[in-house]
């Protein structure tokens, strides 16, 4: 068994649970899918885990912006858990839906370690609707992220409604200054992607993906590292193979970027 | 008092939605608005306080960074306020989840009484827009009579203080539960009492029941339990369990078949048993990998030594043609229980759609409910949010437009779930019921949906078909009720389990009480979503996301509380038994007591006339065309016409990645833009995963499912024998050409067909459709028996025909084409040998397997011009499968770089599809093709000859692949280029194409390029 635990949060119309505990598993670390009421009612404690894991779907529908209710829910209940949980210097990672929650729950952008306040938002897509696409993003090694260390581009899956990150000018500001921005909508070539689409899926303001906070311990994206476990979830992998294989390599690429990500963490412990 | 809170964006921010409304406005009415800004209302109908109200505001409602609210009307401007809320009763999510959320927040618990109601304000500006236009645009885009209500104002009657006003849709029954009695003096008082009742009993079932209900000993054993004449809700549960949706009485019924108008009469007796069941029972004798076919929610094949995967299919048809969104949306959910209902359950790991539907720009006279284009607009976005959330992926789908689906539209939708081999020790594919378990009710409460929608759908829509069965699917509460019931599942604690569809309490307890041979219900205590139903009422009621679970006495316990800890609510709704009845009490009288074998016994069987007409005796012929001379243009009109181009707009709004479980997608190539021959998942979410934490390494990607669809209901205007065979070999071709293995396919049959029992004057084609049907009955068991594919599942919809009013008030009938979806399923050993379908590089051959004949009947090259023809394409199993074979040992021995069907539209588009998938250049000459009897390059490029594929392979493994295909038709045809330009020689060796690949792109792009 691995000394890192991680909860996944499950219920409540979660849905990326099984895959994200098998992702944290493939990294290294011992997973375990927790029921959000569960932790409510205390049969499962916070301070068991290391690392807390808000993962995708959709929490109560999302029928009044996505992670907001599952924001209100927590926060109400074990809000001042999850605040322990983070002074101890643990790990909090949201992903997608998750995402949405932390900067519900205003432990994202966390400014001078305010956890409480809601300063940025996740809101609908430009385009409209739901959309699926794979992205590639630009690494800020800069960025004091501990999830995205020694890494420089990442592709990932995007799958969401909302998540075009907005806020204000000055708070966008205050991020980049603090090296907050982990990552953005890039073009293939890498190039940021200057709000277009589709390189940038959402509309998001300077193409912003996923940001930390001021710690690098609280990191929250909209694209899935977690759908990207195995070589073969690359939507190019077919063409990559092939080419690998004229050259007398098997088409397996190694350890993916999705779970790179995850091994940053487990690393960290 | 009720609050009314409104919400918007702040100003500065782009309001996607109001800017879809504007474009559409513009784009299907040609309705011109400055701008259009949504405002979210929620009408709080609950006992708050000041603090409360402005609690709830600024912590749930309100983003501080986005939005401004406010429990008085915003002050945003417009020229005409639209405001659109839900009518009375019907499935409002978002209203239940903000009341969840409230009482969490505040630590309350509101009463019975009190509710959240959702509703939306659209501020419209505009020049010159006139009430005509808020008419059409609140009526033909906002809202749908079915189940909104709405109200517009125009700016100079707007009161800035009261806004909208206050409606709260609350239900208001007043209604004592009453259980009623039906005099059975006559056939003819009982059939009238149907019609009245919309109980659709057929008249031949009326004697029946009647003599049930005369028989002396029933009298006697029914008076002892306090009733005489039968009730409502007995009639009523026979009436559902006896319909052709639940029963499949077309499919089992006699048919008096002839070929030509003086052949004999050939007597076919059930094509369900001598089509269907007959095949697929003696091919599961030779394939072990069939698990449980014929009898349960869905049919069971081995995936791997510990786990089954569970497949079916179903339609929603006739809700999605009246209201798009709510229609599509209960069908994917719905579908999604069946999987979950299967053994003792199964968790789900795809699905996929099917929409055909009337042309998306229609102009004619006919005035269907939704224009095409609207309703097309409401099935995607219905699965979509179905699927979605549900956090099931939807890798496959797809959509095709043709008139006859303007009468009624067809809504498919596929489910595919993976259960344990075992649960507690104990085989999971089987269950039972056994006396003395309890009978629960999960999930959802019942209100009036839904009420006769099985009825409904066993009838040809008119303009009096009755709208109550038009329900919204809700998949948050399905999706905590499926991680509930699989957890309860692994600790053993579920003996049976069904889900509450078409019929409600009537079908799922009905027929579970069968296994046990009884059931005592009390009906009281069925949780109601507001009071004064009557008790047949939540007997049949169709509300959604409930499944009825049989649970041991001992099991209870537990059983509850992890329905407590899921936030799920479960019931018990009374106990099986061992009566040979169906006993069902209300506060301790009884109001239904039927003895079980009562539909077993006697039934008469449904028949038909079935009269074929041969397409020569129907004076079809071949179109007199000579060949055209500009095949530049030709081949880009043939890639926008609407039934070939790209649909990426849809595609994408599907999440086809969640669960991690994705190897192939529905988009792949350079640009991840061309179709996908079918889907392919791997194991990853069989739940039950280990692994050894850190071992990153695996020598193979493990096990993964394929999965397939295709639909060609253009076949049937010349012969349905051959729409069926050419739609099943497409399936079976599709799977292979990912990397599916031909030993081991499972079969999804969905037959779509409009009316069949013969009329003078409302149905005179019925007996030729009746003979259609027989002979796609024949021709799926001619092809399952020939490619060895047990049918795992298969549903079919019977009443495929609308009347539509025209332009001088006069109505026309509409029937669809006769119409199958077929699917395939199959088990990929190691998903890394899976294969695309794009060209990957430069210099690699392209080849062609399988002979092209001159089969243009009824193809998209004929129907571009306006043709049908009469050389329908034929499948000629013996000559495909030894192809079929090499293939598959072609792409497990890594020969090949890409694999791609030839399908709708010919080898002149596919292999465009191929060069469009790898964004490169490819020379091929045509007077290499395999074929047989073709002179004419136009017959090359675009008959739909079936058996084919187009593969391409590095040059290095040519003599292995020709090898393999040693004496079939199989040829190098050319080969892929560092250029960019896709270019054909001739028969006559003569440059016949050469256009470059990204304009075919483009014109394949074009028709739909303006849609996200």
Same mark, same amino acid.
């Given at each position: 068994?691995? $000394?890192?635990?991680?909860?996944?949060l499950?219920?409540?119309?979660?849905?990326?649970?099984h895959?994200?505990a098998?992702?944290?598993e493939?990294?290294?670390?011992s997973?375990?899918?927790?029921?959000?009421?569960?932790?409510?009612?205390?049969?499962?404690?916070?301070?068991?885990?290391?690392?807390?894991?808000f993962?995708?779907?959709?929490? #109560?529908?999302?029928?009044?912006g996505?992670?907001?209710?599952?924001?209100?829910?927590?926060?109400?209940?074990?809000?001042?858990?999850?605040l322990?949980?983070?002074?101890?210097?643990?790990?909090?990672?949201?992903?997608?839906?998750?995402?949405?929650?932390?900067?519900?729950?205003?432990?994202?952008?966390?400014?001078?370690?305010?956890?409480?306040?809601?300063?940025?938002?996740?809101?609908?897509n430009?385009?409209?609707?739901?959309?699926d696409?794979?992205?590639?993003?630009?690494?800020?090694?800069?960025?004091?992220?501990?999830?995205?260390?020694?890494l420089?581009?990442?592709?990932l899956?995007?799958?969401?409604?909302?998540?075009?990150f907005? +806020?204000?000018?000055?708070?966008i500001?205050?991020?980049?200054?603090?090296?907050?921005?982990?990552?953005?909508?890039?073009?293939?070539?890498?190039?940021? %992607?200057?709000?277009?689409?589709?390189?940038?899926?959402?509309?998001?303001?300077?193409?912003?993906?996923?940001?930390?906070?001021?710690?690098?311990?609280?990191?929250?994206?909209?694209?899935?590292?977690?759908?990207?476990?195995?070589?073969?979830?690359?939507?190019?992998?077919?063409?990559?193979?092939?080419?690998?294989?004229?050259?007398?390599?098997?088409?397996?690429?190694?350890?993916?970027?999705?779970?790179?990500?995850?091994?940053?963490a487990?690393?960290?412990? | 008092m009720?609050?009314?809170?409104?919400?918007?964006?702040?100003?500065?921010?782009? $309001?996607?939605?109001?800017?879809?409304?504007?474009?559409?406005?513009?784009?299907?009415?040609?309705?011109?608005?400055?701008?259009?800004?949504?405002?979210?209302?929620?009408?709080?109908?609950?006992?708050?306080?000041?603090?409360h109200?402005?609690?709830?505001r600024?912590?749930?409602?309100?983003?501080?960074?986005?939005?401004?609210?406010?429990?008085?009307?915003?002050?945003v401007?417009?020229? #005409?306020?639209?405001?659109?809320?839900?009518?009375?009763?019907?499935?409002?999510?978002?209203?239940?989840? %903000?009341?969840?959320?409230?009482? $969490?927040?505040?630590?309350?618990?509101?009463?019975?009484?009190?509710?959240?109601y959702?509703?939306?304000?659209?501020?419209?500006?505009?020049?010159?827009?006139?009430?005509?236009?808020a008419?059409?645009?609140?009526?033909?885009?906002l809202?749908?009579?079915?189940?909104?209500?709405?109200?517009?104002?125009?700016?100079?009657?707007?009161?800035?203080?009261?806004?909208t006003?206050?409606?709260?849709?609350?239900?208001?029954?007043?209604?004592?539960?009453?259980?009623?009695?039906?005099?059975?003096?006559?056939?003819?008082?009982?059939?009238?009492?149907?019609?009245e009742?919309?109980?659709?009993?057929?008249?031949?079932?009326?004697?029946i029941?009647?003599?049930?209900?005369?028989d002396?000993?029933?009298?006697?054993?029914?008076?002892?339990?306090?009733?005489?004449?039968?009730?409502?809700?007995?009639?009523?549960?026979?009436?559902?369990?006896?319909?052709?949706h639940?029963?499949?009485?077309?499919?089992?019924?006699?048919f008096?078949?002839?070929?030509g108008?003086?052949g004999?009469v050939?007597?076919?007796?059930?094509?369900?048993?001598?089509?269907?069941?007959?095949?697929?029972?003696?091919?599961?004798?030779?394939?072990?990998?069939?698990?449980?076919?014929?009898?349960?929610?869905?049919?069971?094949?081995?995936?791997? $030594?510990?786990h089954?995967?569970?497949?079916?299919?179903e339609?929603?048809?006739?809700?999605?043609?009246?209201?798009?969104?709510?229609?599509?949306?209960?069908?994917?959910?719905?579908?999604?229980?069946?999987?979950?209902?299967?053994?003792?359950?199964?968790?789900l790991?795809?699905?996929?759609y099917?929409?055909c539907?009337?042309?998306?720009?229609?102009?004619?006279?006919?005035?269907?409910?939704?224009?095409?284009?609207?309703?097309?607009?409401?099935?995607?976005?219905?699965?979509?949010?179905?699927?979605?959330?549900?956090?099931?992926?939807?890798?496959?789908?797809?959509?095709?437009?043709?008139?006859?689906?303007?009468?009624?539209?067809l809504?498919?939708?596929?489910?595919?779930?993976?259960?344990?081999?075992?649960v507690?020790?104990?085989?999971?594919?089987?269950?039972?019921?056994?006396?003395g378990e309890?009978?629960?009710?999960?999930?959802?409460?019942?209100?009036?949906?839904?009420?006769?929608?099985?009825?409904?759908?066993?009838?040809?829509?008119?303009?009096?078909?009755?709208?109550?069965?038009v329900?919204?699917?809700?998949?948050?509460?399905?999706?905590?009720?499926?991680?509930?019931?699989?957890?309860?599942?692994?600790?053993?604690?579920?003996?049976?389990?069904?889900d509450?569809?078409?019929g409600?309490?009537?079908?799922?307890?009905?027929?579970?009480?069968?296994?046990?041979?009884?059931?005592?219900?009390?009906?009281?205590?069925?949780?109601?979503?507001?009071?004064?139903?009557?008790?047949?009422?939540i007997?049949?009621?169709? +509300?959604?996301?409930?499944?009825?679970?049989?649970?041991?006495?001992?099991?209870?316990?537990?059983?509850?509380?992890?329905?407590?800890?899921?936030?799920?609510?479960?019931?018990?709704?009374?106990?099986?038994?061992?009566?040979?009845?169906l006993?069902?009490?209300?506060?301790g009288?009884?109001?239904?007591?039927?003895?079980?074998?009562?539909?077993?016994?006697?039934?008469p069987? #449904?028949?038909?006339?079935?009269?074929?007409?041969?397409?020569?005796?129907?004076?079809?012929?071949?179109p007199?065309?000579?060949?055209p001379?500009?095949?530049?243009?030709?081949?880009?009109?043939?890639?926008?016409?609407?039934?070939?181009?790209?649909?990426?707009?849809?595609?994408?709004?599907?999440?086809?990645?969640?669960?991690?479980?994705?190897?192939?997608?529905p988009?792949?190539?350079?640009?991840?833009?061309?179709?996908?021959?079918?889907?392919?998942?791997?194991?990853?979410?069989?739940?039950?995963?280990?692994l050894?934490?850190g071992?990153?390494?695996?020598?193979?990607?493990?096990?993964?499912?394929?999965?397939s669809?295709?639909?060609?209901?253009?076949?049937?205007?010349?012969?349905?024998?051959?729409?069926? +065979?050419?739609?099943?070999?497409?399936?079976?071709?599709?799977l292979?050409?990912?990397?599916?293995?031909?030993?081991?396919?499972?079969?999804?049959?969905?037959?779509?067909?409009?009316?069949?029992?013969?009329?003078?004057?409302?149905?005179?084609?019925?007996?030729?459709?009746a003979?259609?049907?027989?002979?796609?009955?024949?021709?799926?068991?001619?092809?399952?028996? %020939?490619?060895?594919?047990?049918?795992?599942?298969?549903?079919d919809?019977?009443?495929?025909?609308g009347?539509?009013?025209?332009?001088?008030g006069?109505?026309?009938?509409?029937?669809?084409?006769?119409?199958?979806?077929?699917?395939?399923i199959?088990?990929?050993?190691?998903?890394?040998?899976?294969?695309?379908?794009?060209?990957?590089?430069?210099?690699?051959l392209?080849?062609?397997?399988?002979?092209?004949?001159?089969?243009?009947?009824?193809?998209e090259y004929?129907?571009?011009?306006?043709?049908?023809g009469?050389?329908v394409?034929?499948?000629?199993?013996?000559?495909?499968?030894?192809?079929?074979?090499?293939?598959?040992?072609?792409?497990?021995?890594?020969?090949? %770089?890409?694999?791609?069907?030839?399908?709708?539209g010919?080898?002149?588009?596919?292999?465009?599809m191929?060069?469009?998938?790898?964004?490169?250049?490819?020379?091929?000459?045509?007077?290499?093709?395999?074929?047989?009897?073709?002179?004419?390059?136009?017959v090359?490029?675009?008959?739909?000859?079936?058996?084919?594929?187009?593969?391409?392979?590095?040059?290095?493994?040519?003599?292995?692949?020709?090898?393999?295909?040693?004496?079939?038709?199989?040829?190098?045809?050319?080969?892929?280029?560092?250029?960019?330009?896709?270019?054909?020689?001739?028969?006559?060796?003569?440059?016949?194409?050469?256009?470059?690949?990204?304009?075919?792109?483009?014109?394949?792009?074009?028709?739909?390029?303006?849609?996200?």
């Amino acid at each position: 068994m691995s $000394d890192v635990h991680a909860l996944v949060l499950t219920g409540y119309g979660l849905n990326c649970d099984h895959e994200t505990a098998y992702a944290l598993e493939l990294a290294g670390a011992s997973a375990t899918r927790v029921h959000i009421n569960s932790l409510i009612d205390g049969s499962v404690k916070l301070k068991d885990f290391q690392m807390m894991v808000f993962g995708g779907g959709f929490s #109560w529908g999302d029928d009044h912006g996505g992670g907001v209710i599952q924001a209100v829910r927590l926060k109400t209940n074990i809000g001042d858990n999850i605040l322990e949980f983070i002074e101890k210097g643990n790990l909090v990672l949201g992903i997608c839906n998750g995402f949405q929650t932390l900067v519900n729950l205003g432990l994202l952008p966390g400014f001078d370690g305010d956890y409480k306040t809601r300063s940025v938002a996740l809101t609908y897509n430009d385009c409209g609707n739901f959309r699926d696409d794979w992205v590639n993003l630009k690494v800020n090694a800069a960025s004091p992220c501990v999830f995205t260390r020694g890494l420089d581009q990442m592709e990932l899956p995007i799958r969401h409604g909302e998540g075009k990150f907005y +806020s204000d000018e000055s708070t966008i500001k205050r991020l980049f200054d603090n090296k907050q921005v982990v990552l953005q909508y890039a073009t293939r070539d890498g190039e940021l %992607a200057d709000c277009r689409r589709p390189f940038n899926p959402n509309g998001s303001i300077s193409d912003i993906a996923g940001i930390c906070d001021t710690t690098g311990r609280i990191f929250g994206l909209m694209p899935h590292p977690e759908a990207f476990s195995h070589w073969t979830s690359h939507p190019d992998w077919t063409r990559i193979k092939e080419e690998m294989k004229r050259q007398g390599g098997s088409g397996d690429s190694g350890v993916t970027v999705g779970i790179r990500l995850f091994q940053n963490a487990v690393k960290f412990f | 008092m009720p609050y009314q809170l409104e919400i918007t964006l702040k100003t500065d921010l782009f $309001d996607a939605e109001g800017e879809g409304i504007r474009q559409k406005a513009e784009n299907y009415f040609g309705i011109e608005l400055a701008q259009v800004r949504t405002i979210r209302v929620l009408t709080i109908d609950v006992n708050l306080s000041a603090d409360h109200l402005e609690k709830i505001r600024t912590e749930i409602f309100t983003n501080p960074v986005t939005d401004i609210s406010s429990y008085a009307p915003l002050p945003v401007d417009f020229d #005409w306020t639209i405001w659109v809320g839900y009518r009375p009763g019907v499935k409002d999510n978002p209203g239940s989840t %903000a009341m969840e959320a409230v009482e $969490d927040i505040l630590g309350i618990k509101t009463g019975p009484d009190e509710a959240i109601y959702t509703s939306k304000r659209y501020c419209l500006k505009g020049d010159g827009l006139t009430a005509k236009d808020a008419d059409m645009i609140a009526g033909e885009l906002l809202a749908n009579d079915l189940i909104q209500q709405w109200k517009i104002i125009p700016q100079k009657q707007w009161n800035p203080k009261k806004g909208t006003g206050m409606i709260i849709p609350k239900v208001i029954l007043n209604h004592e539960p009453t259980v009623t009695s039906v005099p059975i003096d006559s056939d003819a008082t009982l059939k009238k009492i149907s019609d009245e009742r919309n109980l659709a009993l057929n008249p031949n079932d009326i004697p029946i029941i009647r003599a049930y209900f005369l028989d002396k000993k029933v009298q006697a054993e029914r008076a002892l339990a306090g009733l005489s004449e039968p009730t409502d809700i007995e009639l009523e549960y026979i009436s559902q369990a006896r319909s052709d949706h639940c029963n499949h009485n077309t499919f089992q019924g006699l048919f008096r078949y002839k070929e030509g108008a003086d052949g004999s009469v050939e007597i076919v007796d059930n094509l369900f048993e001598t089509c269907i069941k007959a095949p697929t029972l003696e091919l599961k004798e030779k394939k072990p990998w069939v698990v449980s076919v014929l009898w349960d929610n869905a049919g069971a094949g081995r995936f791997d $030594d510990d786990h089954y995967y569970v497949i079916t299919g179903e339609t929603h048809n006739s809700p999605s043609n009246m209201e798009a969104y709510g229609g599509a949306i209960t069908g994917i959910v719905g579908v999604y229980r069946d999987p979950l209902g299967t053994g003792k359950g199964s968790k789900l790991v795809m699905g996929s759609y099917g929409f055909c539907v009337g042309p998306r720009d229609y102009d004619g006279d006919l005035r269907p409910k939704l224009h095409p284009r609207r309703l097309l607009d409401g099935v995607i976005e219905g699965v979509r949010d179905g699927g979605n959330k549900s956090g099931i992926p939807t890798p496959f789908g797809q959509v095709l437009f043709h008139q006859g689906y303007m009468g009624k539209c067809l809504v498919f939708v596929t489910a595919v779930g993976i259960m344990p081999a075992t649960v507690d020790g104990k085989p999971a594919e089987q269950k039972t019921t056994s006396p003395g378990e309890m009978v629960i009710m999960c999930g959802g409460r019942v209100g009036k949906d839904g009420i006769h929608g099985v009825t409904a759908s066993s009838e040809v829509f008119s303009e009096n078909t009755p709208a109550g069965h038009v329900q919204i699917g809700d998949p948050y509460t399905q999706k905590k009720m499926h991680d509930f019931l699989l957890e309860a599942r692994d600790e053993g604690l579920i003996q049976f389990i069904t889900d509450n569809g078409g019929g409600g309490l009537s079908s799922s307890v009905g027929e579970s009480a069968l296994f046990s041979n009884g059931c005592e219900i009390q009906l009281e205590k069925v949780p109601l979503k507001y009071e004064g139903l009557d008790q047949w009422e939540i007997w049949i009621s169709e +509300s959604q996301e409930r499944m009825t679970v049989a649970v041991r006495p001992e099991d209870i316990q537990r059983f509850l509380s992890l329905s407590e800890k899921h936030a799920v609510e479960s019931t018990v709704i009374g106990t099986y038994a061992d009566s040979g009845k169906l006993h069902i009490t209300y506060n301790g009288k009884t109001c239904a007591y039927v003895n079980l074998d009562l539909l077993k016994s006697g039934f008469p069987q #449904w028949e038909f006339d079935a009269e074929w007409l041969s397409p020569h005796d129907r004076g079809m012929t071949e179109p007199v065309l000579s060949e055209p001379r500009d095949y530049d243009r030709l081949l880009m009109d043939m890639l926008s016409r609407p039934n070939i181009c790209s649909k990426e707009w849809i595609t994408r709004q599907y999440d086809h990645e969640v669960q991690g479980t994705s190897v192939i997608k529905p988009l792949v190539g350079e640009d991840r833009d061309v179709n996908s021959d079918a889907a392919v998942i791997s194991k990853l979410e069989t739940g039950n995963w280990k692994l050894e934490t850190g071992n990153l390494k695996l020598e193979t990607g493990g096990k993964g499912l394929a999965f397939s669809q295709a639909l060609l209901p253009a076949y049937s205007v010349i012969d349905a024998y051959h729409m069926t +065979s050419c739609t099943i070999d497409e399936a079976v071709r599709r799977l292979i050409a990912v990397g599916g293995n031909l030993e081991h396919i499972g079969g999804v049959d969905n037959f779509c067909w409009p009316n069949i029992q013969y009329h003078p004057e409302n149905n005179p084609d019925g007996k030729f459709k009746a003979a259609q049907l027989v002979r796609s009955c024949r021709a799926l068991r001619d092809m399952c028996m %020939a490619y060895e594919i047990p049918l795992l599942s298969g549903k079919d919809s019977m009443y495929v025909d609308g009347h539509l009013p025209g332009k001088y008030g006069e109505t026309h009938k509409v029937s669809a084409p006769e119409t199958l979806q077929f699917s395939c399923i199959g088990v990929i050993d190691d998903i890394t040998k899976c294969v695309t379908m794009d060209a990957k590089i430069p210099g690699d051959l392209v080849y062609v397997l399988g002979a092209t004949r001159d089969e243009l009947g009824a193809s998209e090259y004929y129907e571009h011009f306006g043709h049908i023809g009469k050389n329908v394409p034929g499948v000629f199993p013996d000559q495909f499968i030894p192809v079929y074979k090499g293939l598959c040992h072609a792409i497990k021995e890594e020969l090949v %770089a890409s694999v791609h069907g030839i399908y709708r539209g010919g080898l002149g588009v596919h292999l465009a599809m191929v060069a469009m998938g790898g964004n490169i250049g490819m020379n091929v000459d045509l007077s290499l093709v395999p074929a047989e009897q073709v002179s004419r390059n136009d017959v090359i490029l675009f008959s739909e000859s079936a058996g084919r594929f187009i593969v391409t392979i590095d040059p290095a493994n040519r003599k292995k692949f020709e090898t393999i295909f040693k004496g079939m038709p199989c040829a190098c045809i050319g080969e892929i280029t560092n250029g960019s330009d896709f270019i054909a020689k001739g028969i006559d060796k003569r440059t016949l194409l050469n256009v470059p690949v990204q304009q075919l792109k483009t014109a394949w792009k074009s028709p739909f390029a303006g849609l996200i």
